[in-house]
């Protein structure tokens, strides 16, 4: 019932209601984000861009916190009366008859009622366990995405219209020539020489896609039963004359990669997430809907659509939960379930001299990374609370370790064992098991992978602390990324050094540095002892990257970042890019 018989509102549909009016409010600024995101990008704003991602993942929790003390202040006996909450689930499921966002609004019920219940009452019936509203056949204020249907022998007309109708303010500089680019490389990637069927048609999503200093036409092309799902990246002219398409990508790794969550999320103005969602999955059904919700901004719906995959990971399966492959982290007790591709860590209780840093920090820097440009060089971890594992499931001696250095952070329920807080991260390949087992060829791009994500995260103000083989990853497509956050900071943090001269033979011989070392001082010509022995791979790493171990190299950096340089990251191949010469090689070789 919505009230009593004078009309007044129920107390369950009032806390409905209030709830529900912390998520509107939550997603009218994720939308304002989009539009704000727009007018950056046509502005070439780059600091005030990336001040949108901040904004973007910050405004989410300011706005559970605003509706837990709206909901305490208002029915304070919510705290503990557990007979309220079947009924408040009930009746915001009635509220969300039509709605355009259910799956997003329940995920913020869930924040909401787990601040604000006891831990003791996180029962199926009071929280959306599994998504109660359907998401299919929402019908969108305006189309998610338009279909263009080319006249036989023009479809260079139908990529003008569409570049067009992307209403921005900015005009191209050049857009038929960037057209017959995409033309020549569609045909290029396109295999043969295939007739149009009936159905022939470009399919385009109605927003823009932006991060850094991209926007993105996310689209598929369809022929029949064929569909060539593609990715056109628009930038800004260094002539300044306009905007010009720097890239289109068709290959499915490449798209991945774009959408890799070891990049900032994209900020994209969507009425209904579902339906862009479920077109991206289409695109490409290697990534599943918690990173695909991710990738667009809506993270904490990707949290909650990660767990439920552990869960039916968990049901259609029978293996255990063991300690993640790689060397034993000091900082963090790290586990994995093989069926499952993700990593849980948990912050130990304890850590050695060498470690000087405490929990705080070491979650404080886990936030760093988070609200970070990760230029694809960091994965993005989840934060999480309270998350059941059944000990059934789990190796003894994980369970041992965990409860012998994890305790601050454990729980028990009966046969399950409660992990108070972890972080979630895709699982790869440690860099210093990767090397032992690579062949020539791999350990090569390995080593020259290694010192591209240094650089990398340098250029973007950032500096790993830790700098070891253990604490890099290679993931399934090649590309090595740093996953140890415990000691990373900013660059311009750190006071890099060289080396004093010794003095005299007793200075020489010292076993401990004869000078003041800084608790920031950093000496990058010590790298590479601890990285490589003698041998091939150091060989590679001098050759190629031996201005990393060079003081002056790492200040310069300091120096162009305190100068307010904003770094530019490609996060695409260069075989994608639209220059010319490329495109006729590809076009020859066709």
Avoid at 120 to 130: A, D, P, Q, S
């Amino acid at each position: 019932m919505e009230g009593d018989e004078t009309g007044e509102m129920s107390t369950p549909h009032a806390i409905a209601r209030t709830i529900l009016d912390g998520f509107e409010k939550r997603y009218a600024q994720f939308r304002a984000l989009g539009a704000a995101a727009r007018e950056r990008f046509e502005k070439a704003d780059w600091a005030g861009a990336h001040e949108l991602n901040r904004i973007g993942i910050g405004t989410y929790d300011e706005r559970v916190r605003e509706s837990v003390e709206s909901v305490l202040r208002l029915y304070p006996d919510a705290h503990t009366d557990e007979r309220l909450w079947p009924q408040v689930k009930q009746a915001l499921i009635g509220l969300l008859y039509d709605h355009k966002r259910p799956e997003c609004a329940e995920t913020f019920y869930n924040s909401v009622a787990c601040r604000v219940l006891d831990r003791t009452y996180y029962r199926n019936e009071y929280i959306f366990w599994r998504q109660a509203v359907a998401t299919e056949f929402i019908e969108a204020d305006d189309a998610t995405w338009r279909s263009w249907y080319p006249e036989k022998g023009n479809v260079l007309s139908t990529f003008t219209d569409i570049a067009r109708g992307l209403g921005l303010s900015v005009p191209f500089e050049n857009l038929r020539r960037d057209l017959r680019r995409v033309l020549l490389a569609f045909r290029a990637h396109l295999p043969g020489k295939r007739g149009r069927q009936l159905n022939f048609q470009v399919q385009v999503l109605s927003s823009l896609f932006f991060r850094d200093k991209g926007a993105y036409v996310v689209g598929r092309l369809l022929n029949g039963n064929q569909q060539t799902p593609f990715v056109a990246c628009l930038r800004h002219a260094s002539s300044g004359l306009g905007l010009y398409v720097d890239a289109l990508l068709l290959k499915p790794e490449h798209l991945a990669a774009l959408f890799s969550l070891s990049r900032a999320y994209f900020i994209v103005d969507m009425d209904v997430p579902s339906e862009f969602v479920a077109f991206l999955n289409q695109l490409m059904p290697g990534k599943s809907k918690a990173e695909l919700y991710t990738s667009v901004g809506l993270h904490k719906q990707g949290k909650t659509l990660f767990y439920r995959d552990l869960q039916d990971s968990l049901k259609h399966s029978t293996d255990s939960f063991v300690p993640a492959p790689g060397a034993r982290g000091m900082v963090m007790l790290v586990f994995t379930l093989p069926s499952f591709p993700w990593v849980f860590k948990v912050i130990r209780d304890e850590f050695p001299p060498q470690k000087q840093v405490t929990r705080e920090e070491v979650q404080a820097k886990y936030l760093l990374v988070k609200y970070h440009d990760r230029v694809g060089r960091l994965p993005d971890a989840m934060e999480y609370s309270d998350v059941l594992f059944p000990t059934d499931r789990m190796d003894p001696v994980l369970v041992a370790e965990l409860e012998r250095t994890c305790a601050r952070s454990l729980d028990r329920d009966g046969s399950r064992l409660i992990v108070k807080h972890l972080y979630v991260e895709r699982r790869m390949t440690p860099l210093d098991l990767f090397l032992q087992s690579g062949d020539p060829l791999q350990r090569y791009r390995a080593v020259l992978e290694f010192g591209g994500a240094i650089r990398d995260l340098a250029e973007a103000n950032i500096f790993p602390g830790d700098i070891l083989l253990k604490n890099f990853g290679v993931t399934g497509r090649g590309r090595v990324v740093f996953y140890d956050y415990d000691e990373i900071s900013l660059l311009t943090e750190v006071s890099f050094r060289r080396l004093p001269t010794a003095r005299d033979e007793v200075e020489e011989s010292s076993a401990e540095p004869w000078f003041h070392v800084g608790a920031r001082d950093v000496f990058p010509e010590e790298f590479l002892r601890f990285l490589f022995p003698p041998g091939r791979l150091r060989e590679i790493f001098v050759e190629f990257h031996g201005e990393l171990l060079d003081a002056a190299w790492w200040i310069a950096r300091q120096e162009e970042i305190r100068s307010g340089k904003q770094p530019d990251f490609i996060p695409y191949p260069d075989e994608v890019r639209l220059e010319p010469g490329h495109l006729v090689a590809a076009a020859t070789s066709a």
